[in-house]
């Protein structure tokens, strides 16, 4: 079983390399780093870190240096963080892999981008209202696809073994922008619905499947505004794939079309430059319709999907995988990310026994979240539970 731990760059830079790669082998015994590349925004503590304890990572920024020929000409186009100043730490972090005979995993959030959205809002999803959210990139726009297919082919020149992309998928609407409020319950269907894409180039797409795009979106007005004005509307409960007749359903099915069409695009443009690409997968199975994802479909169209298995027992992370397979994806074509902290194991046992069922599942490949957000007895479990 291949063996990683999820890390920001900035652990590399605040740390150096001998002490940062000295944790991941000495002390968490794993066989590669997934080093972020392009990250949203953020403010975490970090226990070990010995120039800062609580640090705020900036909307959108990446923490390598963009080839500025790629990117000529471009709206959409990464750019560095202030935290990492004349340095990349990526190709820092590829040589030392390559010295120490480790795997660099390019970790790299596509569509949640703070600083992207707020500086090209025609590139942001919109609701049905029109109103677009800043945080995200539309996965329907043709220039947030040239600038995926972009990012992969740049990244590839620091010799990475694959391409974790977070974040490939629509977003809905309660997803951590600092300060959102809601001071009135606005009830899961509304919350819902408010999170759909209707900008052009979504509604383009489901008119060329043959869903009456124009009329979905009317339809969803009229439900949002009933259920905005009545809280006991806004209580009631809702078969979404009935809305509109079932076209909301169709035009749902759009967006995942368009979701999956992207990750293929994006797998081929990753195997081309030697490279694999793990869509990462955050919510599970039957909780992704209505941010495009097709859990069947995707598993054909990337090398493989990567879930999050935070759960306290061991059981609870095999019925996560059985819950996959039930949805198409086998476990040998995924990757499982756990939780070594506290919050998730009470110790190395708990911890190795989770490995020891994604061992006997056939899933070939575990992660560890996340480096600076551990305290370093968390890396020493992560090697007492992998080498027993």
């Known amino acids: 079983m291949e063996s990683s731990v999820l890390a920001f ?9 001998d002490t940062f790669f000295g944790n991941l082998t000495d002390r968490a015994g794993v ?15 970090f226990p070990h870190n010995p120039r800062r ?4 990572l900036e909307p959108g920024a990446a923490y390598f240096r963009p080839d500025p020929a790629a990117w000529k000409g471009r709206r959409l186009a990464p750019a560095p963080s202030t935290a990492i100043g004349e340095r990349d730490p990526f190709a820092e972090a590829s040589e030392e892999a390559r010295r120490r005979g480790l795997k660099l995993h390019a ?8 600083r992207l959205g707020f500086a090209h809002p025609d590139c942001a999803p919109a609701n049905a209202f029109g109103d677009r959210h800043l945080t995200e990139l539309c996965p329907a726009n043709p220039e947030v696809r040239e600038y995926a297919l972009t990012l992969v082919a740049d990244l590839a020149r620091y010799g990475v073994d694959a391409i974790r992309a977070e974040s490939l998928h629509f977003h809905g609407l309660r997803h951590g922008y600092h300060h959102e409020r809601y001071f009135e319950w606005l009830g ?19 008119t060329r499947a043959g869903v009456p795009a124009d009329e979905v ?11 905005l004005a009545d809280e006991h509307a806004a209580a009631e409960p809702a078969d979404l794939s009935t809305l509109a007749g079932g076209a909301f359903a169709a035009y749902v099915d759009s967006s995942a079309a368009t979701v999956t069409a992207l990750t293929a695009d994006l797998a081929e443009q990753a195997r081309r430059h030697g490279l694999r690409l793990s869509f990462m997968d955050g919510g599970g199975p039957g909780k992704g319709w209505l941010s495009g994802i097709d859990l069947p479909a995707l598993a054909k169209a990337a090398d493989q999907i990567e879930t999050l298995g935070y759960a306290k027992t061991p059981e609870a992370v095999r019925e996560r995988i059985a819950a996959f397979a039930l949805h198409g994806v086998r476990p040998q074509d995924m990757a499982v990310i756990l939780r070594p902290m506290a919050s998730d194991c009470d110790g190395p046992e708990n911890l190795a026994a989770k490995i020891t069922i994604l061992r006997e599942l ?24 992998l080498s027993g």
């Open 53 to 56: 304890v609580i640090r705020y």
């Open 188 to 206: 899961p269907t509304a919350e819902a619905l408010l999170g759909v894409c209707f900008c052009p180039h979504c509604r383009t797409a489901a």
């Open 217 to 227: 979106a009317e339809a969803v007005r009229t439900e949002l505004r009933r259920r």
């Open 31 to 45: 066989g590669g780093v997934t080093l972020a590349s392009v990250y949203h925004e953020a403010r975490d503590v």
């Open 107 to 114: 970790w790299t959030v596509f569509c949640h981008n703070d």
């Open 9 to 17: 760059a900035t652990d590399l830079l605040d740390e150096g390399a």
């Open 362 to 385: 056939g899933v070939p490949e575990v992660e560890f979240y996340n480096y600076g957000l551990m305290r370093l007895s968390s890396l020493d479990r992560i090697g007492a539970a």
